[in-house]
T-cell receptor, first 114, second 116 residues
Framework: NAGVTQTPKFQVLKTGQSMTLQCAQD?????MYWYRQDPGMGLRLIYY???????DKGEVPNGYNVSRLNKREFSLRLESAAPSQTSVYFC?????????????FGDGTRLSIL | GDSVTQMEGPVTLSEEAFLTINCTYT??????LFWYVQYPGEGLQLLLK?????DKGSNKGFEATYRKETTSFHLEKGSVQVSDSAVYFC???????????????FGKGTKLSVIP
């Protein structure tokens, strides 16, 4: 009963390095999301994918790119990491058919940029 | 735009005390409302939800009632346990926001610590 799986769980990068965070869901959900969580800021949406083949910017997309590889997988890429991108990143998925369906979250990736 | 405001923490309670975490919202349409809980080192889990006015969501002894007249969705529990220590997030999904894909708008979270 995996739900939403994120890899890696922890990562330390140097400024300027690139990295891809992976996310996969096994619930046959249509919509997937990437958030970042910072102290005192709650969760902020980076990018989302309403359905396979589509992606859109959220509240804080600068410095990130995403790929909806297939219905199951949605990756987040940092092309040139900056210390301001130190955060905990969460992937989520939902059925996407109505507003009353909850999102299901992974356990997060804790990313530090030195 | 849509927004969610919840009481700032941290909140510290003794075991068996009554819990209230206030949440108010602003939305374009008639949103669905959610409470999520985040235990240390984990992702967010859905705690309860309500999809229309006067609905009451409940789970694990927690309750929240969708109050359209006061645009509120306060979380309550009659007797908290040490195991309830976590961060609680209020959130809404507004089908009329135009944002697409039923995005969630979150409050900033309230950290609850329950001491024996």
């Amino acid at each position: 009963n995996a739900g939403v799986t994120q890899t890696p769980k922890f990562q330390v990068l140097k400024t300027g390095q690139s990295m891809t965070l992976q996310c996969a869901q096994d619930m046959n959900h249509n919509s997937m999301y990437w958030y970042r969580q910072d102290p005192g800021m709650g969760l902020r949406l980076i990018y989302y994918s309403a359905s396979e083949g589509t992606t859109d910017k959220g509240e804080v997309p600068n410095g990130y790119n995403v790929s909806r590889l297939n219905k199951r997988e949605f990756s987040l890429r940092l092309e040139s990491a900056a210390p301001s991108q130190t955060s905990v990143y969460f992937c989520a998925s939902s059925e996407g058919y109505s507003d009353n369906q909850p999102q299901h979250f992974g356990d997060g990736t804790r990313l530090s940029i030195l | 735009g849509d927004s969610v405001t919840q009481m700032e923490g941290p909140v510290t309670l003794s075991e068996e005390a009554f819990l209230t975490i206030n949440c108010t919202y602003t939305a374009t349409g008639y949103p669905s409302l959610f409470w999520y809980v985040q235990y240390p080192g984990e992702g967010l889990q859905l705690l309860l939800k309500a999809t229309k006015a006067d609905d009451k969501g409940s789970n694990k002894g927690f309750e929240a009632t969708y109050r359209k007249e006061t645009t509120s969705f306060h979380l309550e529990k009659g007797s908290v346990q040490v195991s309830d220590s976590a961060v609680y997030f209020c959130a809404l999904s507004d089908p009329y926001s135009g944002a697409g894909s039923y995005q969630l708008t979150f409050g900033k979270g309230t950290k609850l610590s329950v001491i024996p």
